[in-house]
């Protein structure tokens, strides 16, 4: 049940303030991970595997977050999250060895996955069925933001030393759960919400489970939407630095300005075009779009051009992943906290397979990532429309109910 407006309003921007917190973190030490890595004489190879364990621990982890949220509450679980992912960012900055960073950067993602499933079950629990799309587009803005504006703070920071921007990503997050503990409300789980899983099962077991849900196919959506996005991003500044030698700021110019759109989109225009065509015409369009800016990038070669096909990536993705979050969530039921979670998993393994795969076909040639991403959302798209045509009456009910 939705609570009272007042409450609602505080506790939707607390989470925003949280979700803000844990990915702006993750954004602020993308500038310095190069020099940062540098010190333990690592490069590349060790940078992607560390990416790598941060989305595995978010998939292992995320199905058990949204489940304990489900039966325990989403407070003291996003606490948790935001208390364990402070330690481990000071963790990382402590680290002497290698490996002590992978498990510090292992904690991280474990710290993300009890934040933001429950989080996203919270905006269902806190907000009208007819407004849950701006809910989730203002959460899905503050993470926008918090990419945006992570990697410029880290940038500023590290002017004091290397380790100082995670020393403030630490303190940030203990803040905002301290924060949490006095001002976010702890709604009690209801009766059906508690008893949804009363048995924990293993990753493997629910991801199975969720093959049967409602559902299915738009958690398979965020997977390969997911994978597309994150094969874009992790070979964007690799494309525009072999075949046009762009200078780091050039780069932050193409990343920044599109993250700053998306976040204006995910703030003002996606409950209007939520409420007018529903989430499922939302995504569809924007497959479309996605794919076409994405094959578009190889057809410009001016800084400009490729500016706004950049831009226009980012429009399509920012309204796909709280169009996604929104159906997912409308199609749940009382399972909130799973079909969170579950969402959360199937964006780790598109985060983990994507720059995995993108930077291996990009060492064949610097043109592949974009065809077979183009390829991939084109295929995700025939499914999509697949999707709904059979499932018109159910789709029609989530606008009407």
């Known amino acids: 049940m939705p609570m009272t407006t007042a409450s609602s309003k505080a506790a939707l921007y607390i989470l925003m303030f949280n979700m803000f917190i844990a990915m702006s973190g993750i954004g602020l030490i993308i500038p310095i991970m190069p020099k940062f890595l540098g010190t333990f004489g690592a490069a590349g190879s060790v940078l992607g595997f560390l990416i790598a364990i941060f989305s595995f621990a978010q998939f292992i982890f995320s199905p058990l977050a949204g489940g304990l949220s489900d039966r325990h509450g989403r407070k003291k679980i996003i606490i948790f999250g935001l208390i364990i992912y402070g330690l481990s960012q000071l963790a990382f900055s402590l680290s002497t060895e290698i490996w002590m960073l992978f498990i510090a950067r292992f904690f991280s993602g474990f710290g993300s996955a009890f934040i933001v499933p429950p989080m996203m079950a919270f905006v269902a629990d806190i907000t009208a069925y007819e407004d849950r799309g701006r809910g989730m587009g203002l959460l899905g803005a503050s993470m926008s933001l918090g990419f945006m504006i992570g990697p410029a703070i880290g940038g500023f920071l590290s002017a ?90 050039q780069i932050a110019v193409l990343i920044t300005v599109g993250g700053f759109v998306g976040v204006v989109i995910q703030t003002f225009v996606i409950n209007p075009l939520f409420k007018r065509f529903g989430e499922m015409k939302v995504i569809l369009f924007n497959l479309v779009l996605a794919a076409i800016s994405m094959i578009c990038i190889l057809a410009v070669n001016t800084f400009w051009t490729i500016l706004a096909v950049a831009t226009v990536f980012s429009i399509a993705t920012s309204l796909l992943r709280p169009a996604v979050n929104t159906l997912v969530s409308k199609l749940a039921g009382n399972e909130q906290g799973f079909a969170a979670g579950m969402m959360n998993a199937y964006m780790s393994l598109g985060n983990m397979a994507g720059p995995a795969v993108a930077g291996y076909i990009f060492d064949i040639n610097i043109t592949f990532p974009y065809m077979v991403g183009t390829t991939i959302l084109l295929i995700c798209f025939g499914i999509a429309s697949f999707w709904s045509r059979r499932n018109k009456v159910l789709l029609e009910e989530t606008r009407t109910t």
């Open 160 to 249: 004091v030393s290397l380790e100082f921007p995670f020393y403030v990503a630490a303190s940030a997050a203990i803040f905002a759960a301290v924060l949490s503990i006095f001002i976010l409300p702890n709604p009690t789980p209801t009766a059906s919400q508690a008893n949804s899983m009363k048995k924990q099962d293993h990753i493997l077991a629910q991801l199975v489970q969720s093959t049967k849900t409602s559902y299915f196919i738009i958690l398979l959506i965020m997977f390969v939407f997911s994978f597309g996005l994150a094969n874009y991003q992790s070979t964007i500044s690799l494309y525009v630095d072999h075949k046009y030698g762009y200078t780091p700021s």
